[in-house]
């Protein structure tokens, strides 16, 4: 609270300062005409430079105040959630007070009666704590993102921050540790180099970060039995409704079994290729997106027992893992990445994810109805919407030849058509296992110069061809 009150209060003084400036320059300049060091001016000498200066002052004061305006109101609204969760907090006797990190209710955790016995029990929101990982290494900048956390976080007690850290690298220890009891620092203990095969040495790190996260989780969900997490790295920063987009989630993933995680983030999410006007619209994905990411103790308790030396994410992807169930995904990512350096070296940085666009808006997910979706009535109204879309060329795009008003069509049907059209609509053209990216049932949504466009395979999809990879 005291760090939002110091950025805040910087903010207003920073306005202020900046409209003394602007009002100095104003009644500093000299109006045309008037004398100076140099002689009389002629009229209208110099009015270009001194109108093209003076517009481009008041220009940039009025951003300014609109970006303060929108900080302001978008601090009102997580002030009137965090309110409202608070309240339910104080009215929960169980985990919340005691700090107990098991989140069902005791009722949900002994014998049910006979007729629910096969059915899910979905918590009520005010028992849930939701554990943020922060996942570290050795970048001091992790400040940029336990800064966000922090700034938009609701609640201490319902949404606890633990930084894993690897590396032992000390300036980033220091770091974490100048945050005190607001995040729980722990260290990986094992430092240690991994022996890999000689053609692996070069991937060293990608070993190290798979062994990092394995013990990171099992200290989540096995030494503090956390009952779900969201997963985020030292290089992301978060949106303003980050907490409130997993919180209300969090029943859904509970409930559908044909989900295994929440993802923030939206692998084509760059500015011309999402609909900026409905940072409400949510999607099923088959691919995997991490980058800010929400999964159960029950999956954990899956894939621990056979997670990988490396490339867990490559692996998580397989069909063995993945099961053809979905992650949730947004149309604009809760989550922005700022790390170009790292184990990966920059890999698709400068190309796309340098571009992704970070919401700034905040949407009240709580009061949504999210039950569309569930497997059975989204495949419905995605395969109809996906399908009676008219089939266009991506030529026809291009060239602004498509006289049909609203969403449109563009069909492959080989991995080598996908990719080209794919490159040509400026999305990512990569496949892991044969799943493209942000892809649900072979079909890519994005926008192409303001028109919702479905990269798709034909009717009567027959699912994925890992030899697509």
Known sequence: ?????????????????????????????????STGTGGGAEPGEGREWDGDLTRNVVQLAEEVEAELEKQKLLLQQIQSYRSLWEKKKKNNNSQIKDKNPVQLNKKDAGAREPENAGLQKIPDMKDIVIPVLVVACDRPTVRRSLDKLLYYRPSKELFPIIVSQDCGHEETARVIGSYGDQVMHLRQPDLSDIQVRAD??????????SRHYRWALNQVFHTFKYQVA???????????????????LFPLLLEDKTLWCVSAWNDNGRDQMIDPKAPELLYRSDFFPG?????????????????PASFWDDWIRQPGQRKERACVRPEISRTMTFGRKGVSMGQFYDQYLHFIKLNDQFVPFSQRELAFLKKEAYDRTFAESVY??????????????????????VQYSTKDTFKAFAKALGIMEDMKSGVPRAGYRGVVSLMFRGRRVFLAPPPGWKGYDTTWS
């Open 388 to 409: 009676t879309a008219p089939a266009v060329r991506v030529e026809e795009l291009h060239a602004n030849k498509v006289t049909v008003p609203g969403p449109v069509r």
């Open 230 to 248: 969201i997963i985020v790295e030292d290089d992301l920063e978060v949106a303003p409704d980050f907490f409130e987009y997993f919180r209300s």
């Open 200 to 209: 692996h040495r070069k991937f060293q790190g990608y070993y190290k970060i």
């Open 1 to 33: 609270m005291v760090r939002r009150a110091s950025l805040i209060i910087c903010g207003i003084v920073l306005f202020i300062a900046w409209n003394a400036l602007l009002l100095l320059f104003l009644s500093w300049r000299p109006s045309i005409g």
């Open 291 to 307: 980058l800010g990411w929400m999964l159960l103790k029950e999956l954990w308790e899956e894939l621990e027992p056979k997670w």
